[in-house]
């Protein structure tokens, strides 16, 4: 899990994070993940923006960061989760590891207008498309209290071997050295072609 927030801090660091408006509408900005520990991502925002009050009105956040020249060399990590203000006492050290932020504000006196927020609990999801199969991982950090249910697709009692859905599945994920047969949940692209093929209502929706 670890490995996951320290990439999107080094390797991506840019996101693009959703919050949610007084009318309940999603509103997206650019922000820079800019520090991590075992269990949580740090960034900074200005007290003045309108993004600081929909996160101490929402106390949440999601977020999507893509790293990659193309589509097919991208790999994308979206989380969402928890967030609380830890206010200006962690703006050194994030200016220390982040010092192109010296440059957008470079006087200490600029700086009081920062505070720092932690996202301390949440899940996320990594896909890699440049990986054939495609791989993709679900995880969670901060001791969440609830685990979301896991999107995709299952294969139940009901399969007699007959491939039908294998034949339509984009990355051949499937395994059949067995009856049920497995969907490798881990190369799934979650597209629903398995379960609109099967003739016998064997594949099911996780949720």
């Given at each position: ?155 139940n009692d009901n399969c007699i071997g007959c491939k039908s859905c294998l034949e339509v599945c984009p990355q051949s994920c499937i395994d059949f050295s067995d009856t049920p047969a497995v969907i490798n949940d881990s190369n799934c692209l979650h597209c629903g072609n398995c379960y609109t093929a099967c003739l016998h209502e064997a594949v099911e929706r996780k949720e």
């Amino acid at each position: 899990m670890k490995n996951y927030l320290e990439f999107i801090v080094k390797d991506i660091h840019r996101t693009i994070t959703a919050t949610v408006d007084d009318n309940g509408l999603p509103v997206t900005c650019a922000i820079d993940m800019m520090d991590f520990d075992d269990n949580s991502l740090y960034f900074l925002t200005a007290k003045g923006k309108n993004f600081y009050d929909r996160l101490i009105k929402r106390n949440f956040l999601a977020f999507t960061a893509m790293k990659g020249e193309d589509t097919m060399t991208s790999v994308a990590v979206s989380v969402r989760g928890k967030v609380r203000e830890l206010g200006f006492d962690k703006i050194p050290e994030l200016f220390d590891k982040n010092p192109y932020m010296y440059e957008i504000y470079p006087t200490e006196d600029s700086r009081r207008a920062l505070t720092v927020f932690q996202i301390y609990e949440g899940s996320g999801e990594w896909f890699d498309l440049s990986k054939k199969p495609i791989e993709r991982a679900s995880f969670t950090f901060g001791k969440p209290k609830t685990v979301e249910a896991r999107s995709g697709y299952f294969i139940n009692d009901n399969c007699i071997g007959c491939k039908s859905c294998l034949e339509v599945c984009p990355q051949s994920c499937i395994d059949f050295s067995d009856t049920p047969a497995v969907i490798n949940d881990s190369n799934c692209l979650h597209c629903g072609n398995c379960y609109t093929a099967c003739l016998h209502e064997a594949v099911e929706r996780k949720e």
